[in-house]
């Protein structure tokens, strides 16, 4: 299925939100990058989303399937963002917009 969604999708052209694809990530970037999608797009990985232990990983495409993964959440579930939307200037733990500095400082367990 995941192929057929790359292979009719332009790199690029939207943003891709996989829902439980944390086990596939790698698979899903070799995909991806196959189908000319650039190693440089931007990804996010988030986990355990709304909950006291949310993390939160925002890197290129081309860095996601090597993210080391907390084992405290190895079993957590988790999103995929590929597109331009991961690389948004978003707070995700207070939900407002912010600067990527804030995404740095307070906010505990998301990384910029």
Do not use: H, K, Y
């Not at 196959?34 to 232990?53: G, M, N």
Request: glycine share 8%; hydrophobic share 55%.
């Amino acid at each position: 299925m995941i192929d057929r969604v790359f292979a009719s999708i332009p790199p690029g052209w939207l943003t891709l939100v996989i829902l439980m694809g944390v086990g596939s990530r790698a698979s899903l970037v070799t995909r991806a990058l196959e189908r000319s999608w650039p190693a440089w797009t931007p990804a996010a990985l988030i986990l355990d989303a709304a909950t006291p232990r949310m993390w939160v990983w925002r890197g290129p495409l081309g860095q996601l399937a090597s993210v080391a993964v907390p084992a405290a959440l190895s079993d957590a579930p988790g999103t995929i963002v590929i597109g331009e939307v991961a690389a948004l200037p978003i707070d995700l733990v207070n939900g407002a917009l912010a600067t990527p500095a804030s995404l740095l400082e307070g906010t505990g367990n998301v990384c910029a």
